[in-house]
């Protein structure tokens, strides 16, 4: 996973909701060196800090993981689908499993 690209839509929405970075780490209930430490792209954030932070910044940790520009439209919109109606117990094993793939892929490219 990449961290730049969470660590842009962290920032970016963070920005459209109009909080500092003190003001979303409260509201997520980490420090505010952590937020810089992500929006830097130093750190990952765990599945529990990405559901907390969709909260705090109205989105969803569909929206903050996943990259449309790098997949087409049509298949953006599939994978969307299929994680709407996921509860938090079924996320976390698909979010995982992807990323093993993910890894394994580029271990054999």
Known sequence: MEHALISKRIQHYRHLAKLSQEELADMVGV???YIRKLEAGDRLPSLNVVMR?????????NHL????????????????????????????????????LKELLRKHE
Do not use: H, Q
């Open 53 to 61: 932070l969709a909260s705090a910044l109205d989105t969803t940790p």
């Open 65 to 100: 993981l996943l990259l449309s520009t790098a997949i087409g439209n049509s298949n953006n919109s599939r994978i969307l689908n299929l994680l709407s109606d996921c509860t938090p117990d079924e996320f976390v094993i698909l979010f995982e499993n992807m990323v093993s």
């Open 31 to 33: 420090s505010d060196t």
